[in-house]
């Protein structure tokens, strides 16, 4: 089956990847010219481990190819994904208008009977505004179908999330093009792959819902970790104790600096926003965002409580992305941090192994970014670790206390036993554990 992907971002470029590897044959299109021209030479604009093989691999074998020439792709097509961006308006409300245009063109260029598959995350009723879209541009000549199917992957483990995903979600008006799509993905219904089959209204609400508890539990172990610090508990053992109960789960229960990235921000105000659109204030969700702003905010007193107060002292920071693995800088945690320590007159030197080159653009410029983590810290008086890379959960203390000009760590990401850090000759701050060393 031909198969056309709007928008080679994240979501496009491993969906795209992946469908071919399943053995279709897949045209990657985005509008970033620069983007394509780096695809077609086989460069892949982002970060993401293991996608530069596959991407190569259907390359070579004839599966996957790029253009920015968005008509001839479409016209080919039996399916076309919609993955572009959909990025909150200063209102929170998500931004359709990539989605529209693409609805737009693909209207302009419909030939026969296609299946568009919305994958980009869009609040309840674009899957209807897409139809009405392709309807009014095609005039109504050819019959088609419009799909819901949200996308759950995450960036880091995208091409893993993609191959082995807990659930695939369809929405559809019709069995027609509920069958297209599970052609496209048949590997996963073979492997036993769970599929929700459902219309589109409730596909599209979901994704948001998954996204919207997701960063409630973020929020609530991060209010616990607070808790904890106070009333001298340890977060990790209490995260632990809570999520071997089957009813909680383990997961999504490590404090940290607060949640960043192209998702979870986004989509948890798009609830806010909707259910306010629909006369109904979504009171946990609109908690789960205040939080997680104070807890972003809180992370700086922090450093400087344990630091005595930054002014004039240098901080050597690990880590920028939003979490590990990606080079995504979007709503990173490390943005606020990184400009309130060096509003109260901190210098920092930062390292990250794949964000720095977005964070250029991103942070003050006084930052100062270095090729290690031992450049890093050589002369600074605190190391911070904010992102929660493998390599930072190896350092080598040894070297960091002869280079470090203060023996102090404040770990936001609670990679270490605290008692591990302060038998190397550290004092050690983490979150919702006590502090340990001297
Ligand atoms: P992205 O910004 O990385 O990529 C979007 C791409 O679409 C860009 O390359 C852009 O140039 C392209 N584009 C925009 N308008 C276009 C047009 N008219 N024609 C062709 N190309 C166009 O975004 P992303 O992270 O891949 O996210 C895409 C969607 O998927 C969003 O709705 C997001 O919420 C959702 N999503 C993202 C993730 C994630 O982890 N990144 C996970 C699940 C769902």
């Known amino acids: 089956m031909k198969i056309c992907v709007v928008g080679s971002g994240y979501v496009g470029l491993v969906t795209g990847t992946c469908l071919a590897e399943f053995g279709m044959t897949v045209t990657g299109v985005d509008k970033d010219a620069a983007k394509i021209a780096a695809l077609q030479r086989g460069e892949i604009p982002i970060y ?6 596959l991407v190569e691999k259907n390359m070579k074998q004839g599966r996957l190819s790029f253009t920015t020439d968005l008509a001839p792709a479409i016209r080919e097509a039996r399916g076309v994904f919609i993955a572009v961006g959909t990025p909150p308006l200063p209102d929170g409300r998500a931004d359709l208008s990539f989605v529209r245009q693409v609805a737009e063109l693909i209207g302009d260029n419909l030939n026969g009977y296609k299946v568009v598959i919305n994958k980009s995350t869009v609040p309840v009723g674009t899957g ?15 019959e088609f179908a419009v799909v819901s199917n949200p996308e759950f992957l995450r960036e880091g483990s995208a091409i893993e999330d993609f191959m082995h995903p807990d659930r695939v979600v369809v929405g559809a008006k019709t069995q027609r093009a509920v ?3 599970l052609e496209m993905y048949a590997p996963l219904k073979a492997a036993g792959v769970p599929f929700v089959i459902s219309n589109v209204e409730s596909a599209e609400m979901i994704k948001y819902a998954s996204n919207g508890f997701l960063a409630t539990k973020i929020s609530f172990i991060n209010e616990v970790a607070e808790l904890c610090e106070r009333v001298g508990a340890d977060v990790d053992v209490v995260a632990r104790g809570m999520g071997l109960d089957n009813r909680i789960g383990p997961k999504f229960l490590h404090p940290g600096p607060g949640f960043g990235g192209s998702c979870f921000p986004k989509d948890t105000l798009a609830v806010a926003q909707i259910a306010e659109e629909h006369g109904m204030s979504f009171e946990l969700i609109d908690a789960v965002l205040s939080v997680n702003e104070r807890i972003k905010r809180r992370m700086i007193p922090k450093i400087e409580e344990a630091m005595g ?11 920028l992305a939003f979490k590990g693995d990606t080079d995504d800088m979007r709503e990173s945690p490390t ?7 060096i509003a109260h007159g901190a210098t920092v030197r930062a390292f990250d192994p794949a964000a720095m080159e977005v964070a250029r653009g991103l942070l003050p410029e006084s ?6 983590t031992y450049e890093t810290a050589r002369g600074a008086d605190c190391l911070v670790i904010a992102t ?8 080598e203390f040894d070297r960091l206390l002869e280079l470090l000009k203060t023996p102090l760590v404040v770990d936001l990401r609670n990679l270490y036993e605290p ?13 919702g554990r006590s502090e340990a060393g001297a």
């Open 335 to 341: 943005i606020p941090i990184v400009e309130g320590l």
């Open 48 to 53: 993401e481990p293991g996608l530069e093989e």
């Open 367 to 372: 930052v100062v970014y270095c090729d290690d």
């Open 309 to 319: 107060g930054v002014a004039g002292k240098t901080i050597a920071l690990l880590g």
């Open 179 to 181: 069958d297209v799509v």
């Open 388 to 395: 929660e890379w493998n390599q930072f959960r190896a350092l």
């Open 419 to 431: 008692a591990r850090v302060a038998a190397a000759g550290f004092r050690y701050v983490s979150v």
């Open 128 to 142: 209807q505004m897409v139809e009405t879209v392709v309807r009014e541009r095609s005039g109504g000549d050819h």
